[in-house]
């Protein structure tokens, strides 16, 4: 039973992290059935936005962010709600985030906050962009490269030319939108490629304050209990920009004030989100996924320090390049680092650790039979434990 304070809602770490497990999708079953475009499209209705990533060690990040929710699924099917027309494209939340059409004109308001920020006075930067939009219009779909020819060698991370970054200016601002090859190399089009006349007219109609709160309160329901610094860090919002929407939303009740035991709020319940007693999840959490943003957050209320160490030297990485999370009910309880070796068919484990006073009776056969889930959904023949961690000795032994 929740209870009430003269501050609003207080609820226990137990309860937040369930309100919190069940707003990101992982209280309900896996379907039994097979997976069909309107699960996945309910993956998305229920985050918002799902984040995508080209890092392939295992599986790209957004198609393991799926996986954790609905199980094993054929990939077709995404990528089908992926082509123009077929009701997801990509625009910018949290990172580039796959989102609903309609959810798209939600963040006009980071469309024009971008053409102010960026803002092009020069007449002949103007024409440039003019002339790039009318090409890209014209062509249909096209990659960055055969917008330009090349006089410099191509360097190995982040390699904008100018044509790149006019290109991304243009999508930023909502004047084009973007696709992906089968190589995941990202390729432009014209806006009216992907989404309705309808849905554009929509995004021009709405006021940027609107705008707003509704990716406010969008974040909030993907949330079910956060703090302000955790809504505006799900949608990439600036912190002076949120401050008054929430303030407005507290008043009118589309959030509810509320505390949680021994953790420095405020924290935001939205109104609407499920409150269950119990959550028997079981899955591996991607260090792309939604759940895993804000690591405070996640240390806060599960006790739980996670540290993405794709970026960190080999030799001062504490427990691995692609560290997935276990989430076990309602408690993250182990993690391991991850590689698909395509050529052996197998899924590496290549590390593996369990956190402090989890019952490995309960977590390893758990972890095992998950692991076994992803390996077939990848077309992997074999899960191979390395020996390195803590839970290595006791999970190989489930193989």
């Not at 991370?157 to 601002?173: G, N, P, Q």
């Not at 540290?307 to 182990?334: H, Q, T």
């Amino acid at each position: 039973m929740l209870g009430v304070t003269s501050a609003g809602v207080s609820l226990s770490r137990g309860e937040a992290r369930r309100i919190a497990l069940a707003a990101q999708g992982f209280a309900k079953p896996r379907p039994k059935t097979k997976v069909t475009a309107k699960h996945l499209l309910g993956v998305v209705d229920t985050l918002g936005g799902v984040q995508v990533d080209a890092v392939n060690v295992m599986a790209r990040a957004h198609l393991m962010t799926f996986f954790s929710r609905v199980g094993s699924y054929d990939v077709e099917v995404l990528n089908k709600l992926w082509a123009p027309g077929g009701g997801l494209l990509e625009y910018w939340m949290h990172g580039t985030c796959l989102m609903r059409y309609d959810t798209w004109p939600l963040f006009v308001w980071r469309m024009r906050a971008d053409r102010k920020r960026h803002g092009v006075d020069a007449t002949d930067a103007r024409k440039a962009l003019a002339a790039l939009q009318q090409e890209v219009d014209l062509r249909g779909e096209v990659t960055a490269g055969e917008l330009e020819v090349r006089t410099t060698k191509k360097e190995p991370w982040w390699d904008w030319t100018v044509t790149k970054s006019r290109l991304e200016y243009l999508f930023a601002t909502g004047a084009i939108t973007v696709g992906r090859k089968p190589n995941f190399e990202r390729t432009y089009m014209s806006l009216f490629e992907a989404v309705s006349d309808h849905t554009v007219a929509a995004r021009d109609a709405m006021d940027t304050d609107e705008s707003r709160r509704a990716s406010v309160l969008l974040a909030a329901r993907a949330l079910g209990v956060a703090r302000a610094r955790d809504l505006t860090f799900y949608i990439w919002m600036q912190a002076a920009s949120a401050r008054q929407v929430i303030k407005e939303a507290v008043a009118d009740g589309s959030l509810l004030e509320a505390e949680v035991e021994g953790v420095k709020g405020p924290f935001y319940l939205h109104p609407d989100a499920a409150r269950p007693r119990v959550v028997n999840a079981a899955a591996l959490v991607n260090p792309f996924d939604p759940m895993l943003w804000r690591r405070d957050r996640i240390t806060d209320l599960f006790g739980f320090d996670y540290v993405l160490e794709i970026f960190v030297p080999e030799a001062k990485r504490v427990f691995g390049y692609y560290v997935m999370a276990f989430l076990l009910g309602d408690e993250f309880v182990a993690r391991v680092d991850l590689k698909a070796d395509r050529k052996l068919k197998h899924l590496l484990v290549q590390a593996s650790y369990a956190e402090l006073g989890v019952d490995l009776d309960v977590v390893v056969p758990a972890l095992a039979h998950e692991l076994r889930e992803v390996a077939r959904w990848q077309g992997l023949l074999d899960v191979v434990v390395k020996p390195k961690g803590d839970l290595a000795e006791r999970l190989a032994s489930e193989f």
